[in-house]
């Protein structure tokens, strides 16, 4: 039992700021004098309308997004995005994808459902995933719908350090970075991201497209997967989730107060950097990633050893540095330290780190 809050360095659901969290619990009642919580109230009522409309104002001005691309807040999180992404762009059946992890394969095989034309531009799973493909390993189709990349690997914690040259439309999954540090978002046809790990509680898909590729849907698919429906109706086609807009509001609002995007960037580069030093000194705990391509929200990291790893990881939570274990499919462990990690939280882990090591070699 802890009495206080407690560093969590989970991949997701994670951290919301505390500014954020306490200026929920003061509204949540009473929202703005309208005499109900925001859970309570219509999404068709003026408080609401104005809720998600500065919602939106607040995304484009803090990612600062061209006018001629939609923002549009989208249920079923990224994974339902990854059928979305061939049902709303695919036209010549034609689609490169690149393998950088588990999403991105997760991405890849959803889409081969919609054609048997999705090509494999390149893989990094001849290195367990720990580099990212550069440019002249990319074999990109002539006439190519789009290329998907994802920019972040939650798992394998990679992240592209270029954008890709392309004449095809680039989409990026950015479930995992978004909002960590400003990116030219005109490069990009479509940027999208489950909002549970920077920007929200869980339950709800950002989704900003460049508006000439909302070309609406062909065949039988729901209305709701169709962007350009969804754009029309400033997504509120059906009941949007309310809450969690509400909430990315609040995380916008909290992200301008503090500098934006370029003071988010200076903050999340110093705070990894503490732990990868750490990590490229401490001779106990490794970082598997080739350093041009780590990171800098979610760092992974072994021993070597699976029972150190494991009791490492079981001290660590009484101590009160919650969800270290790598992801289950990888081992090891894994410190995911988006926007709401204080860089505090970094430095007493490093600190407990050396402390196991000290005490365990
Ligand atoms: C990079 C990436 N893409 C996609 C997903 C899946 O997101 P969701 O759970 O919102 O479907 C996740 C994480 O959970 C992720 O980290």
Not at 173 to 178: G, Y
Not at 283 to 303: D, G, I, L
Request: some cysteine.
């Amino acid at each position: 039992m802890f009495q206080e809050r407690i560093y969590n360095f989970s991949a997701g659901p994670s951290m919301l700021p505390v500014e954020v969290l306490e200026k929920a619990q003061k509204e949540i009642l009473n929202y703005g004098g309208t005499g109900t919580s925001v859970m309570e109230m219509s999404h068709r009522s003026k408080a609401f309308e104005a809720i998600i409309a500065q919602t939106e104002a607040d995304f484009r001005e803090v990612m600062q997004i061209p006018d001629n691309y939609k923002v549009l807040f989208l249920q079923g999180g990224a994974t339902l995005e990854f059928a979305a992404i061939p049902m709303n762009l695919l036209k010549t059946g034609v689609a490169d994808y690149v393998r950088t992890g588990q999403f991105s394969t997760k991405c890849y095989k959803e889409a081969q459902r919609f054609s048997d034309k999705i090509h494999l531009a390149a893989s990094s799973d001849d290195k367990t995933y720990s580099y990212i493909p550069q440019q002249e390993q990319l074999d990109l189709s002539e006439g190519a719908d789009y290329l998907h990349i994802c920019f972040n690997n939650t798992v394998f914690g990679t992240k592209w350090n270029y954008i890709p040259e392309t004449d095809a439309p680039i989409v990026a999954d950015m479930s995992s970075c978004i909002l960590s540090e400003p990116i030219d978002v005109s490069k990009f046809g479509v940027i999208y991201a489950g909002v549970q790990k920077n920007i929200a509680p869980a339950g709800m898909a950002v989704v900003i497209v460049r508006e000439d590729l909302l070309t609406g849907l062909e065949g039988k698919y729901p209305t709701y997967m169709d962007w350009k429906a969804q754009a029309e109706a400033d997504s509120m086609m059906n009941t949007p989730p309310c809450w969690c807009i509400y909430m990315c509001g609040l995380v916008l609002q909290w992200i301008k107060e503090n500098g934006g995007l370029e003071a988010r960037k200076e903050y999340n580069a110093k705070k990894c950097a503490i732990l990868y030093d750490f990590l490229d000194n401490s001779k106990m705990f490794k970082s598997a990633v080739e350093p041009a391509y780590r990171s800098m929200m979610n760092v992974t990291f072994v021993t070597g050893n699976d029972e150190l790893d494991k009791k490492f990881v079981a001290e660590a939570a009484e101590a009160g540095f919650i969800n270290l274990k790598g992801h289950r499919s990888v081992g090891g462990m894994r410190a995911s330290i988006y926007n709401a990690m204080p860089m505090e939280g970094v430095e007493k882990l490093v600190a407990f780190m050396k402390a196991f090591e000290e005490a365990n070699s």
